[in-house]
């Protein structure tokens, strides 16, 4: 086990990677088009037209928006470093691969939160309140973390094309978020729908931000942060696993 | 070679070091040791296992087996990485960030406070002619100033082990000239250097010991004047004469070995050149020719090179 002062150390270095990630890839094409401009879309083409209060509508776009801004950089950095050809730099670094990847993530990380805060304050604008700031303020964070591990998992194949990881994301986020409650109130979800909808984690961040802007939830918030906790432990354990046996691949 | 300092253990020490993809073996059981303050080279043929090597010295790959060891930590270690400075082949620095903020991440990636990193780094810039590029975009660097950015980074550590694959290759004679120098002076300062390159001539002016590796073995490794001297058929004596000459005539001298045609001039290899030196002007006399011009040369670095390997240096 290393000692305190190691992980310290590493947990330094993360954020220099962290940084690092943010200076070079917030403004990267895929990033703007997939972290922002879709999600917005998106959410208009369902809303407008349709009779839906703001109370409903700030949490769906606001999960929306933390769920592909989250997931918008830690998937592309990896195959990106791999085609630049600085990987295997950053790799000869006293650093550990664990090290290498929490900092893609806590960049994602960022993202997620700075954009939805911009979401947030939208919403106070349209008259949106918050009933209870601290639970809202723990499931941004938790959720803004599981989102940014989930979009390192997608990353996991040693290829050296953003595109190839970015399609092979959409491919999951797209259908994650029609059935986590964004459009359709869970309640009103047939039982099979339902069902299905249990194994997005995005279901229980959305149903998180109604219980706190719409005052009513499908579950109670106690069991939505556990199992974001839950989803966060798992994508962080198979994102570090995988990582180790197709890194050495990139190079 | 030069005075070394003393050593109570060898700066990087390899055992039977193995590495298979599949079933070839890019590194099949080497050993050797790099003493403290030794510059050392590594020269082979393509696909001979140089860069696998490198890398397991410099932890980004893991090998099958064997151990390797440097300074006492095991290679891929954080402390093994902490004393190194890696220059790898054909790596990038971030082109999206300036050449001063690339430096700065690589001190933070190694712990070094600020502002030693800073006085550093515009020393190391000032040395490598980058010092007024500092804040443009690696982007805008030719690949001369990239590659010596590299060098930079790898010494914004101030490493006791240095590791370099390729440094120089395919670069212009002023980068390629500044970066020799200063890995001379940093040799100079006592720093272990592990060098692998294409060069003969680098190799030859650079390196206190050279290991030559083919086919993922180590085939020789020994001092460049010593590994040029072990090779001793491979003296040859450099002619031209007033004509040109059938070259055929030119092997059935006695002692001769091989002959290569160079330009207007020919290359006979021996293992005795005093006495094919008589015979040539014995031959030039006899058939009525002038030699214009006569050279005895020693075995090259190059000629070992080939000898040890069986390849040719434009294979390499």
Sequence with gaps: ?251 | MPDMPPVDRAAIEVRNLTKCYGTVSAVDGIGFEVKVGEFFGFLGPNGAGKTTTVRILTGVIKADSGTAIIKGFRAGSLKAKQIAGVVPEMANAYNDLSGWDNLMLMAELYGVAYTKAKERSENLLRALGLLERKDSLVRTYSKGMKQRLILCMALASDPEVLFLDEPTSGLDVQSARLIKDLLRNLNAQGKTIFLTTHDMDEANQLCDRVAIINQGKIVAIDAPERLRMATSSMHSVEVSFTDTLNPEALAKLPRVNTVSKLGDKYRLYTDAPGDLVVSLVNYSCSVGQKIVALNVLAPSLEDAFVALTGKEVKDA
């Excluded at chain 1, 869970?186 to 299905?196: D, R, T």
Aim: with cysteine.
């Design chain 1, 1 to 251: 086990m290393p000692d305190t002062r190691t992980v310290l150390q590493q947990i330094r270095r993360s954020l220099a990677i962290a940084r690092k990630d943010i200076r070079i890839y917030y403004s990267k094409g895929p990033v703007i088009i997939f972290g922002v401009l879709f999600p917005v879309f998106l959410f208009l083409s369902f809303t407008i037209g349709r009779h839906m209060t703001m109370d409903f509508m700030i949490p769906g776009l606001l999960g929306m928006i933390l769920f592909f801004t989250a997931t918008s950089i830690s998937p592309i950095v990896a195959p990106w470093e791999t085609q630049a050809r600085t990987l295997e730099r950053l790799m000869s670094c006293p650093v550990r691969l664990e090290t290498i990847i929490l900092g893609d993530i806590l960049a994602s990380f960022t993202f997620g939160i700075a954009i939805s805060l911009v979401t947030l304050v939208l919403g106070f604008f349209l008259g949106v309140t918050i009933s209870s700031p601290f639970i809202f303020a723990i499931a941004v964070i938790l959720a803004a973390f599981c989102f940014a591990s989930l979009g390192n998992v997608f990353s996991i194949p040693p290829t050296n094309t953003p595109a190839t990881i970015n399609m092979l994301a959409s491919v999951v986020k797209f259908p994650v978020v029609f059935i986590s409650g964004i459009f359709i109130p869970l309640n009103e979800l047939p039982a099979w729908g339902q069902v299905i909808a249990y194994i997005s984690p995005l279901t229980y961040f959305t149903d998180i931000v109604r219980n706190c802007i719409q005052g009513r939830g499908h579950l109670s918030v106690v069991v939505d942060l556990l199992v974001l906790l839950a989803f966060t432990i798992l994508f962080l354990v198979v994102a570090l696993k995988m990582h180790q046996k197709t890194m050495p691949k990139r190079i």
